[in-house]
T-cell receptor, first 113, second 115 residues
Framework: AQSVSQHNHHVILSEAASLELGCNYSYGGTVNLFWYVQYPGQHLQLLLK??????LVKGIKGFEAEFIKSKFSFNLRKPSVQWSDTAEYFC???????????FGTGTRLQVFP | NAGVTQTPKFQVLKTGQSMTLQCAQD?????MYWYRQDPGMGLRLIYYSASEGTTDKGEVPNGYNVSRLNKREFSLRLESAAPSQTSVYFCASSVGDRKNYNEQFFGPGTRLTVL
């Protein structure tokens, strides 16, 4: 069955540190990949998405993610985090041609000033 | 444009009570979804509706029923609530064009506690 793994459950960083959150999926076919963010007390918002083309995808607020097909990975990165990036981050996958999202278990990011 | 709205925001039930969670979207989307979010488990799909008049089970449908009342509204019903259904419930919608996947837009969530 299709699944998404996020190995970092809780990440604590100081402001200006670099961030990389891991995401791996298990499916051999063509997938669409997403990162969603949930700020404290708020609903999920789309951070970035990959459908095809350039495997390096840029999203909002300085986030980017790289799709590495050979590693079944879609890691999220930001060169310098801010306190306002404190949130929970979810990686998600859907099969091309369907609209059902499979979510990872999420990574809670805490950024201290 | 309100996007996706959900009512109520909070609810406390006793075991065995029933209730309906309401969801509406004003984006003219075809597809709508119900998820539950539990600590350490991410979001899991309960039911979804690809279009008005159709519904399908997701990953965790047991104990729930849904109704796609019209294109705008998609309700989730708990007939006999159990403590295991304590969770945060999110409704989402998307254009539903399967040729080109479209972003899902999420509502603010309903925090449900079953005692």
């Amino acid at each position: 069955a299709q699944s998404v793994s996020q190995h970092n459950h809780h990440v604590i960083l100081s402001e200006a540190a670099s961030l990389e959150l891991g995401c791996n999926y298990s499916y051999g076919g063509t997938v669409n990949l997403f990162w969603y963010v949930q700020y404290p007390g708020q609903h999920l918002q789309l951070l970035l998405k990959y459908f095809s083309g350039d495997p390096l995808v840029k999203g909002i607020k300085g986030f980017e993610a790289e799709f590495i097909k050979s590693k079944f990975s879609f890691n999220l990165r930001k060169p310098s985090v801010q306190w306002s990036d404190t949130a929970e981050y979810f990686c998600a996958v859907t099969l091309r041609g369907t609209d059902k999202l499979i979510f990872g278990t999420g990574t809670r990011l805490q950024v201290f000033p | 444009n309100a996007g996706v709205t959900q009512t109520p925001k909070f609810q406390v039930l006793k075991t065995g009570q029933s209730m309906t969670l309401q969801c509406a979207q004003d984006m003219n989307h075809n597809s709508m979804y119900w998820y539950r979010q539990d600590p350490g488990m991410g979001l899991r799909l309960i039911y979804y509706s690809a279009s008005e008049g159709t519904t399908d089970k997701g990953e965790v449908p047991n104990g729930y029923n849904v109704s796609r009342l019209n294109k705008r509204e998609f309700s989730l019903r708990l007939e006999s609530a159990a403590p295991s259904q304590t969770s945060v419930y999110f409704c989402a919608s998307s254009v539903g064009d399967r040729k080109n996947y479209n972003e899902q837009f999420f509502g603010p969530g309903t925090r449900l506690t079953v005692l």
